[in-house]
């Protein structure tokens, strides 16, 4: 099992992407629920032609996979693709709450990532909603949240995706990350 904080396996090349951007230009960390058990089966479902998608991250519980690079705009959310940084969380957005802390090490290695991303790219470590993300405010969000603000039908990473422990989890790791 890779360490949460390892660097990401570049093992899948996402095929779709709708050019690149400045990082400067990320003002988002979005997160996404696979809808796949395993990163590797997202991170390769990519890598096909007839997937309609794309992010920079699949994740799970041991393993993550870097599919774009930062400055590549992924096809992830409408709304969301060119400021946004997707990252993709090996579960199913039908899960409950008892299922997603069943697959802590996605959630830790989710978290750690995305407080990683937001040091990178000076995203704060606050949740946008809806009505933020039509603002433009910076911050992180799920797809679910894109859907509502730009339109669109997906509701991952689901209802009862652990948010408060995941953004404790990301308050943790940023703290660790700038002392």
């Not at 090349?13 to 960390?29: F, L, P």
């Not at 790219?121 to 603000?149: D, Q, S």
Request: net charge positive; with cysteine.
């Amino acid at each position: 099992m890779a360490e949460i904080k390892s660097v990401c396996s570049r093992k899948y090349k996402a095929v779709h992407s709708s050019g690149n951007r400045q990082t400067s230009e990320i003002i988002w960390i979005v997160l996404h629920s696979e809808e796949a058990t395993t990163a590797e089966s997202a991170a390769q479902w990519f890598t096909n032609p007839d997937s309609q998608g794309s992010a920079h991250l699949c994740l799970d519980d041991n393993i993550c996979y870097r599919t774009l690079a930062n400055t590549q705009i992924p096809w992830a959310a409408p709304g969301a693709n060119k400021p946004g940084f997707h990252i993709e969380m090996a579960g199913f957005a039908r899960w409950n709450s008892l299922a997603w802390m069943q697959h802590r090490k996605t959630l830790q290695r989710a978290a750690y990532k995305t407080a990683l991303h937001c040091k990178l790219f000076g995203i704060p470590v606050t949740f946008v909603t809806a009505p933020g993300l039509k603002r433009n405010t910076p911050g992180i969000t799920t797809h679910v949240e894109c859907t509502r603000a730009f339109g669109g039908s997906h509701t991952d990473p689901g209802v009862f995706w652990p948010r408060r422990y995941f953004l404790k989890l990301v308050r943790q790791y940023y703290l660790e990350l700038t002392t």
